[in-house]
């Protein structure tokens, strides 16, 4: 009986050793930079599709991507204002194309997550190799958003939808632009318009 009892005890004591030697990963703060305007090279893995290309940030919901490969995205560019996205091919507008969908689509959580984590103060989660993950969820799904040592995006992951997005050379890229477009009277006849993508003079 107490053999048992001794072994009973050394095993209690064994089992708090372990414990207190792997204690759990605390969690890290980093600074927040997902919420300055910011243009980055982009890399797109979406099941069995890759495609690069640019990706900027004007503001809370204004966002361009334009895509160089593969070849049935070379070209195009996807801008998202609001709940709006259109899509453009060396300056001429058309409907979203059907091979864009299923990255426009990804993009969408992309902007959402961004976007949210923007409004918050300091960036918090788990420290690995030198990035802070941040684990959410989406109407879209789980996903993981990795920020770099100054708090910038470094890739953005939806396991269940076999997304992942790797970013590099990451810059600010300055104010941010307007998105309200403005009249400014210049004579009683001619008016300016104003607007991110145009300039228009109207008689």
């Known amino acids: 009986m107490k053999r048992l009892l001794v072994s009973v005890l050394a095993g209690i004591s064994i089992i708090s050793a372990v414990s207190c030697s792997s204690p759990m990963k605390p969690e890290s703060s980093r600074e927040n930079n997902l919420n300055s305007p910011f243009t980055a090279k982009m890399t797109v893995s979406l099941d069995k599709m890759n495609a690069d290309g640019t990706i900027t940030r004007n503001s809370d919901s204004s966002w361009v991507a334009e895509f160089d490969s593969p070849n049935t995205l070379s070209g195009v560019k996807l801008t998202f204002e609001e709940n709006v ?119």
């Open 85 to 203: 996205v259109k899509a453009s091919y060396k300056g001429l507008d058309f409907s979203v194309p059907k091979s864009a969908l299923p990255v426009k689509a990804m993009l969408t959580n992309l902007i959402d997550a961004v976007d949210s984590l923007a409004a918050e103060e300091q960036l918090s989660g788990s420290e690995s190799e030198g990035v802070l993950n941040i684990s959410g969820s989406l109407e879209g799904g789980e996903y993981t958003l990795s920020v770099d040592k100054n708090g910038y995006i470094h890739t953005f992951e939806m396991p269940n939808n076999l997304l992942k997005i790797a970013f590099s050379e990451v810059s600010a890229s300055g104010a941010v632009v307007p998105t309200v477009t403005e009249k400014i009277s210049l004579t009683s006849e001619t008016y300016v318009t104003t607007s991110i993508t145009e300039t228009t003079s109207v008689q």
